[in-house]
């Protein structure tokens, strides 16, 4: 199994930052990539984006595209989530998602282990 915490979300202004964060515990050895989702009000939890285990490659949901970056520290098998220029929209649940079968991959059945979600709220 895998155990993964978030932290790091918050009320913010439109235009100000946060980062999320994410750490993995248990059998990480299995995990090959790591992501993040979100879930608005009334909406379906929808993909985010997500870092290969190397940190070598990445991918981004299309809204996000310049504005969010993902890392990771592996000394720590911590994920990151920076998000900057924040706007009212990305006011969501943040879910961080660990795969151990598919990097790159968008649709949330591929993940198989979750973290418990940390609220984000951008007020304008």
């Known amino acids: 199994q895998v155990q993964l915490v978030e932290s790091g979300g918050g009320l913010v202004q439109a235009g100000d930052s946060l980062r999320l964060s994410c750490t993995a515990s248990?059998?990480?050895?299995?995990?090959?990539?790591m992501g993040w989702f979100r879930q608005a009000p009334g909406k379906e939890r929808e993909f985010v984006a997500v870092i290969s285990r190397s940190g070598g490659s990445a991918v981004y949901a299309d809204f996000v595209k310049g504005r969010f970056t993902i890392s990771r520290d592996n000394a720590k098998y911590t994920r990151y989530l920076q998000m900057d220029s924040l706007k009212p929209e990305d006011t969501a649940v943040y879910y961080c998602?660990?795969?151990?079968?598919?990097?790159?991959?968008?649709?949330?059945?591929?993940?198989?282990?979750w973290g418990q979600g940390t609220q984000v709220t951008v007020s304008s």
């Open positions: 998602a660990a795969s151990s079968t598919c990097f790159g991959c968008r649709g949330e059945n591929e993940y198989g282990y």
């Open positions: 248990g059998r990480t050895f299995s995990i090959v990539a």
